[in-house]
């Protein structure tokens, strides 16, 4: 009974078999999975936080005086956004349009395990109720021999009383 389960957990996600394509976002080479990795940090505050401070001192070392690479109105900063949209925007767009296509599949491998479910809960009752069938009609013959038992329990009584009486009237 211990391999019981894992069996079970093993035989629950054939479903997902068909869809196991769709699992890597971008594919499973080093480039890929480097890929969702980078798309995947842009949402994170780690990301947000560290491109706050890299902003805040670039534009506060240039209005400083520190360096005069960029001067206001800071024209590279704002090239170095576009190029990071540039990159960002498709790289999010395609991590979505994949997720999408994930949970779709994910949504229908559910609906496969929920069908088999229903027909197994259906085969279930099905066979409950046969069962439920055949113990009534059990417990009607058993009734039935009960009442057998009884009327003949009464006759077997009749008879003793019967030879009893002849027995004391020979006597």
Request: glycine share 2%; aromatic share 12%; proline share 4%.
């Amino acid at each position: 009974m211990a391999q019981e389960p894992q069996q079970n957990n093993r035989y629950q996600f054939r479903f997902h078999k068909p869809f196991a394509h769709l699992f890597p976002v971008f594919g499973n080479d080093w480039f890929s999975l480097k890929a969702e990795q980078f798309a995947r940090f842009f949402g994170t505050p780690v990301f947000l936080v560290s491109q706050t401070v890299v902003v805040a001192a670039w534009i506060a070392l240039n209005l400083l005086g520190v360096f005069s690479f960029d001067l206001y109105p800071f024209i590279l900063l704002n090239l170095a956004f576009s190029l990071q949209a540039a990159y960002a925007a498709p790289l999010i767009l395609l991590a979505q349009t994949r997720q999408a296509d994930r949970d779709k599949a994910q949504a229908e491998a559910d609906a496969l395990h929920r069908e088999e479910l229903s027909l197994a809960s259906e085969k279930r009752e099905l066979l409950s109720n046969q069962q439920t069938e055949k113990l009534l009609e059990l417990m009607e013959q058993n009734t039935m021999l009960t009442e057998v038992t009884r009327e003949l329990s009464e006759r077997v009584e009749l008879l003793t009383q019967e030879i009893h009486k002849r027995i004391v009237k020979d006597n």
